[in-house]
């Protein structure tokens, strides 16, 4: 990974969070919450990166695509009663966590030879 691309994606993940509008921008606030191609200069050029003009827009759609995932993700309410996707057993012994697994997946008591 270069510089420049390393870079790019930082600037897409420090975009797609929630900032208040114009914090970017000298700009006052807008009302608006969509970031613009200008927000996405002035990010580049504090980076202290240039990228083309086919480059930014293809950052603003990675944003764009980035933020609608995100949320889709936050309107999906979960509560406590839903069970993490995979298991965690806090312990240093490998061998304990082997068994804890072959417990999880099988439902049956791990039973050594």
Do not use: C, W, Y
């Not at 870079?7 to 114009?22: K, Q, Y």
């Amino acid at each position: 990974m270069t510089r420049k691309e390393f870079l790019s994606r930082a600037i897409v993940a420090a975009a797609a969070t929630t900032l208040p509008p114009g914090l970017m921008s000298r700009q006052t606030p807008q009302v608006e919450d969509a970031l613009t191609l200008d927000d996405i200069k002035a990010a580049a050029k504090v980076a202290g990166v240039e990228f083309s003009e086919s480059e930014l827009q293809q950052i603003l759609r990675q944003i764009q695509t980035a933020s609608e995932q995100a949320k889709q993700s936050r309107a999906n309410k979960l509560d406590n009663s839903v069970a993490p996707p995979t298991p965690f057993f806090p312990s240093s012994d490998r061998s304990q966590q082997k068994r804890n697994v072959l417990e999880f997946e099988t439902g049956l008591p791990h039973r050594s030879l």
